[in-house]
């Protein structure tokens, strides 16, 4: 996969600036979450009336990561589709698919509870099993969202869809992650340097360090975003979006024939 296709991404993010939002929104519900969990790893007395505010809440916090990161995904499609992707009408197309998003909610996060209580009580062999299905998962329900937002199906056809697509593009989710990681870092370079002079007597670097982090992290994840999408475009419609360059179609062709060749054996 070549960067070409990183820097498509990036550019349409650059086209439509609005979309940042989103990837902020969603950020927000996660670090609700990770409070929460992070409050309930910290009391080592939970009681009953503990997990009756907590598991709801968590759920709800869920529940909003992945409604905004639907609205994203809708918003993207308005894109390839050439519709204007306002964030209006991605909040208006997520919303049309609140039941499908709840039930995915429901699913998802009562296997990442599930996985999490295992791993923490599991031996090594209970902790590497619990790794390698959670690989699994993650590889399967990688497409979950954009198929939630561009086909008319509930929460465990979604993730069959996506499971099924995986099997075509298995390679380009591993490959995007990896390059999405080395990407980050370099994006990341000038708030570490931000940073560190904020630490080194110069504190008022520190709110500038801070918002660049935000910035970095919102606009990452809007790109990586726009990338499923497009590869769920090109996996299940069998379309070529508009300023993918030759290099790029000859990356996708040259792992598609690869794949098929595995799969032959």
């Known amino acids: 996969m070549s960067w070409d296709l ?11 600036k609005r979309l940042v939002l989103f990837p902020i929104l969603s950020a927000v519900a996660a670090l609700a979450g990770v409070y929460l969990y992070w409050h309930w790893r910290q009391n080592h007395h939970v009681g009953i009336g503990d997990y009756l505010w907590l598991v709801p809440a968590y759920m709800f916090a869920s ?22 992707p306002t ?3 991605g909040l208006r197309h997520a919303g049309r698919r609140l039941a ?5 909610t429901l699913l998802s996060t009562t296997v990442g509870l599930i996985l999490n209580a295992i791993e923490s009580r599991a031996s090594w062999a209970g902790k590497l ?7 699994a998962w993650g590889t399967a329900s990688y497409l979950v969202v954009p198929v939630l937002i561009a086909e008319d199906r509930g929460a465990f056809g979604s993730l069959r869809r996506s499971a ?3 099997r075509e593009t298995w390679g380009d989710q591993i490959v995007a992650g990896i390059r999405f990681g080395w990407r980050g870092v370099f994006l990341f370079i000038p708030c570490l340097v931000l940073g560190a002079i904020g630490a080194n007597g110069h504190p008022i670097m520190l709110p500038v360090a801070a918002a660049y982090f935000i910035i970095a992290v919102a606009v990452l994840s809007a790109a990586k975003g726009i ?20 290099e790029i179609l000859r990356t996708f062709q040259s792992r598609n024939d ?3 060749r595995i799969l032959d054996i």
Not at 100 to 104: C, N, R, S, V
Not at 129 to 135: H, L, M
């Open 6 to 16: 990183f820097d498509w991404s990036f550019a349409v993010v650059r086209k439509h």
């Open 63 to 84: 529940f909003a990561m992945i409604f905004f990161n639907c609205a994203l995904a809708a918003c993207a499609t308005a894109h390839f589709t050439g519709d204007n």
């Open 87 to 89: 964030l209006g009408f």
């Open 100 to 104: 499908p998003i709840l039930a995915w």
């Open 129 to 135: 099993a619990t790794w390698i299905f959670g690989f």
């Open 164 to 166: 099924q697509l995986a």
């Open 227 to 246: 990338f499923e999408v497009a590869l769920y475009r090109y996996a299940a419609l069998n379309e070529i979006p508009s300023g993918w360059s030759p």
């Open 258 to 260: 690869m794949r098929t």
